[in-house]
């Protein structure tokens, strides 16, 4: 692939914009005990595999490897990448298929003779493998999307297809056919003005302090929208584009609050609506929050790369967050202001199988991406022709960038800049107790379009 940017290394880089401020959280997300992204399911009727031995004396002979399942059966094979604390032990997964749950067949060994290699047993931390299950053959041919595979009686994943792209039936098309579930609800009620508009919150549940509502104007309006903020100078407003079909999108509320929105229209009507949120929910972790004396932050919002990507205000009281999806704290990040979405990841540090998303900022989730064999870790940036360009490798002697291409799901190797550097030299890292890490730390990566260059740390 022919490089079209130009590269500057440097020792850190600051990002400002004139929206959001970035800082690093601790990382104390909660994680299940067992991880587990379903990678694959193949059904097979029958394993057949010819293998060709070698001998010493240049002689070869063919094996053929046969099994077949019992009468009335297929093969169930699961690719699984998981990451676990503890000991693994295969024989407590299970494949539930339509509401009934299979056990894992005990002995696996035959898959290696057709080339699969094997979930390993008594393993600690990431890795992939398959198992397999007997399931009935009228499977044969059916659509794999929703079956899940449980571990120790507890759900551990959800397969939602073997694609790199985003798949039609998993959390991408269900948010379209959320979104098309609204717009017919408001259709059936008829023609709504700004005076008995509808208010719809949360729709696709995953941004619990947002909203959107939903009118017509004879002509073509713009409309202001104003979140009464605690105090004066935490108010929230922003304009949206003119139109006779609004669909206001709303942001800034504050959790468990009666909150205030007024929307304002271009010709001067105006309506003050009441929007009650529920509690920020129990079993998620937030920063600490801490009350400075006499030091005052800017009027801006304040992003935070947690496991729910949560946003503050300068009281330090959240205005957003993501619930459903828990993101990597030191996962990719960056945002696409004029497409109203920014992009995160899961799993980064797995270095077999990470997951890149893609949402709005209200909670809508437009793609999802599986980047098998590669990581997604700290930062990317979006070139100019719409790709994201992200950190995809996490050891101690790279700093690759991979390049996705988000119309078509697929993820290329883009360029190593350690190539650039001598790694006989010694660690470029500095610490205050004459230690280091590793040879670089790559943390961040940005797009610069005055120069079309890119500005790395190392």
């Not at 290394?9 to 909660?30: C, E, G």
């Not at 494949?95 to 047993?121: A, M, P, Q, R, S």
């Not at 719809?200 to 004879?218: D, K, M, R, S, W």
């Not at 503050?312 to 957003?320: E, S, V």
Request: net charge negative; proline share 3%; with cysteine.
């Amino acid at each position: 692939m022919k490089k079209f940017i130009s590269v500057i290394l440097v020792a850190l880089m600051v990002i400002n914009t004139n929206i959001l401020t970035f800082a690093y959280a601790v990382n104390i997300r909660d994680t299940r005990l067992l991880n587990a992204d379903i990678v694959r399911i193949e059904v097979k009727s029958k394993l057949e595999t010819t293998q060709t031995e070698e001998f010493y004396d240049g002689t070869t002979v063919d094996n053929v490897y046969t099994d077949t399942p019992p009468t009335g059966y297929v093969y169930a094979l699961v690719e699984l990448s998981v990451d676990y604390d503890e000991y693994l032990e295969t024989n407590k997964f299970q494949l539930e298929v339509d509401g009934k749950k299979y056990d894992v067949i005990n002995d696996l060994k035959f898959l290696v003779n057709h080339n699969y290699t094997l979930l390993k047993e008594q393993v600690f931390g990431v890795q992939n493998g398959f198992v397999a299950f007997l399931i009935p053959d009228k499977y044969i041919s059916s659509d794999k999307v929703g079956w899940s595979v449980y571990y120790s009686e507890q759900e551990v994943g959800i397969y939602e297809g073997y694609s790199e792209v985003p798949n039609e039936n998993g959390i991408v098309e269900q948010h379209k056919l959320i979104e098309q579930q609204i717009i017919a609800d408001y259709k059936a009620n008829g023609v709504r003005t700004l005076n008995n508009a509808a208010v719809y919150q949360n729709i696709y549940g995953t941004a619990p302090l947002t909203a959107v509502i939903i009118f017509e104007t004879p002509e073509s309006e713009s409309v202001t929208v104003s979140v009464e903020g605690k105090t004066e100078d935490t108010t929230i407003s922003y304009t949206t584009n003119a139109s006779t079909h609004h669909e206001v999108q709303i942001f800034g509320l504050y959790a468990n609050y009666l909150n205030k929105v007024t929307l304002t229209t271009s010709s001067g009507s105006t309506k003050q609506f009441e929007i009650q949120t529920d509690p920020i929910p129990e079993d998620m972790t937030i920063v600490e929050k801490q009350v400075s004396d006499g030091v005052q932050l800017n009027d801006q919002l304040f992003f935070i790369c947690d496991a729910n990507r949560t946003v503050f205000d300068k009281n330090g009281d959240i205005r957003w967050y993501m619930y459903g999806i828990k993101c990597d704290a030191d996962g990719v990040h960056e945002f696409d202001f004029e497409a109203g979405s920014f992009w995160f990841s899961v799993d980064g540090y797995n270095p077999n199988l990470s997951t890149i998303y893609c949402m709005s900022f209200a909670g809508k989730i437009r793609g999802k991406y599986l980047t098998y064999g590669k990581s997604s870790h700290h930062d990317a940036t979006l070139t100019p022709d719409g790709k994201l360009l992200y950190y995809s490798k996490w050891n101690t002697n790279s700093a690759e960038l991979s390049l996705l291409n988000p119309e078509t799901g697929e993820t290329t190797e883009y360029y190593d800049p350690i190539e650039l550097l001598d790694s006989s030299l010694g660690s470029l890292e500095y610490s205050s107790k004459n230690t280091t890490w590793d040879y670089s730390h790559a943390n961040t990566v940005e797009y610069i379009s005055d120069n079309n260059s890119l500005l790395l740390s190392l």
